[in-house]
């Protein structure tokens, strides 16, 4: 036998031995993880069932204390997230504060890292206000306000913000709050139309930053020509921004730029002591 058939022989041994000693670990791990592979899928398979269960569930759900019992029971399905949201503020406006606060508060609880957390923290902000909590409401627009990077909770935080300070007489913080939801307020947005309007009613004219409107906002460049005459700042009320956790709306229809209650001018009496023409010729 030449050196070669022998160095083959032995390796061949070795490579035998070698399956021998390790074939049962082998065999054990990959049946390991095929059952690994097996269990994931499968748990896939019931997230998936569960929320289609969910969302087939809710649907067919009619009032509010319906959909209310279908959340807690499908609390963490992504399903039911913006769902939460809706149904808080259908509370609201029913004046049932309580549930609304329950909503918010668990779904910033639940889903901290959605897309729709601020808009959960706004509710909270405006369930504060509605149970006369100025101040604890006011201090949750303002971290609202400094979030980065800033969304349209963020900016309609700020807009609020400016009506509180607006109604309460402080102007100058008013105007900082408008000013900081317009730098903040998506281009030809109606968010920062109406911020813009605001502003211009509150801010006399000779103070009007016209370069920083400009800047901001080309289509809102003829706001200072709107504004009050200088002195006048004594703004009309503005009516409460709506809480917009609707998802897939950039602000609702119901935010629209306070209207002024000033009467109309009268208009000018008759003259019925009217001169008489002096340069008419005489008649003959």
Same mark, same amino acid.
Not at 94 to 115: I, M, N, R, W
């Given at each position: ?202 801010? !006399? $004219? %000779? ?11 080309? *289509?809102? /460049?003829? #706001? @200072? +020509? =709107? &504004? ?28 629209? !730029? $306070? %209207? ?11 003259? *019925?002591? /009217?001169? #008489? @023409? +002096? =340069? &008419?010729?005489?008649?003959?």
């Amino acid at each position: 036998m030449s050196l070669l058939d022998k160095l083959d022989s032995n390796l061949i041994d070795e490579d035998n031995q070698l399956w021998e000693n390790y074939k049962r670990p082998i065999i054990i791990g990959f049946v390991a993880l095929l059952l690994f592979a097996g269990a994931v899928g499968y748990w896939f398979l019931r997230a998936e069932m569960w929320e289609t269960q969910a969302r087939l569930e809710y649907t067919l759900a009619k009032t509010p204390e319906e959909k209310l019992e279908l959340v807690r029971k499908f609390l963490g399905s992504r399903q039911i997230a913006p769902e939460m949201l809706v149904l808080a503020e259908e509370f609201m406006r029913a004046g049932k504060v309580d549930e609304a606060a329950l909503l918010y508060s668990t779904f910033v609880q639940t889903y901290p890292k959605h897309p729709l957390v601020n808009g959960a923290g706004l509710g909270l902000a405006y369930v504060d206000l509605a149970r006369g909590l100025s101040a604890a409401g006011t201090d949750k627009l303002k971290k609202l306000g400094e979030t980065r990077p800033p969304d349209t909770y963020s900016g309609l935080a700020l807009l609020e913000l400016g009506r509180l300070y607006t109604t309460a007489g402080k102007l100058d913080e008013a105007r900082k709050a408008l000013g900081d939801c317009l730098n903040v307020a998506a281009p030809d947005s109606e968010l920062r139309s109406i911020a813009t309007d605001r502003l211009a009613q509150i801010t !006399p $004219a %000779a103070k009007v930053d016209q370069k920083l409107l400009d800047s901001l906002a080309a *289509t809102n /460049a003829q #706001a @200072a +020509t =709107n &504004a009050p005459a200088p002195g006048a700042t004594n703004a009309a009320p503005l009516e409460p921004t709506v809480i917009p956790v609707t998802p897939g709306t950039n602000a609702p229809a119901a935010l629209a !730029p $306070a %209207a002024t209650n000033a009467a109309p001018a009268p208009a000018p009496a008759p003259m *019925t002591n /009217a001169p #008489a @023409a +002096t =340069n &008419a010729p005489a008649g003959k």
